[in-house]
């Protein structure tokens, strides 16, 4: 399973930014996705997650509210809206995959590379 992230950038505190996760290489609607963020100096933070249907999310507490995860199955593609950033939120956002739903790093299997979110105030 190949995992791309993309859609970081900069933004100003206040803005929005959507992430995507472009999943290639196996059944898509097979894993659950994860999303996580890497600040500089830290360990990877539990951002959000969706179950294989879709039907159900998970959100971590520094962004409820703020974040939604969705996917959309016939384009292999999961997202990750974010509103309302704050400088806090600056890091690298990961997307993962996994057979078994997880709010867990090492639950996942596999990880795409990320991309560099930045917010200034």
């Known amino acids: 399973v190949q995992l791309q992230a993309s859609g970081g950038g900069l933004v100003q505190a206040g803005g929005s930014l959507r992430l995507s996760c472009a999943v290639s290489?196996?059944?898509?609607?097979?894993?659950?996705i994860g999303w996580f963020r890497r600040a500089s100096g830290k360990d990877r933070e539990f951002v959000a997650a969706?179950?294989?249907?879709?039907?159900?999310?998970f959100s971590g507490d520094s962004v409820k509210g703020r974040f939604t995860i969705s996917r959309d199955n016939a384009k292999n593609t999961v997202y990750l809206q974010m509103n309302s950033l704050k400088p806090e939120d600056t890091a690298v956002y990961l997307c993962a995959a996994t057979p078994t739903i997880s709010t867990r790093a090492n639950g996942y299997f596999y990880w795409g590379q990320g991309t560099q979110v930045t917010v200034s105030s």
């Open positions: 290489g196996s059944t898509f609607n097979n894993y659950h």
């Open positions: 969706i179950t294989r249907s879709g039907s159900t999310t």
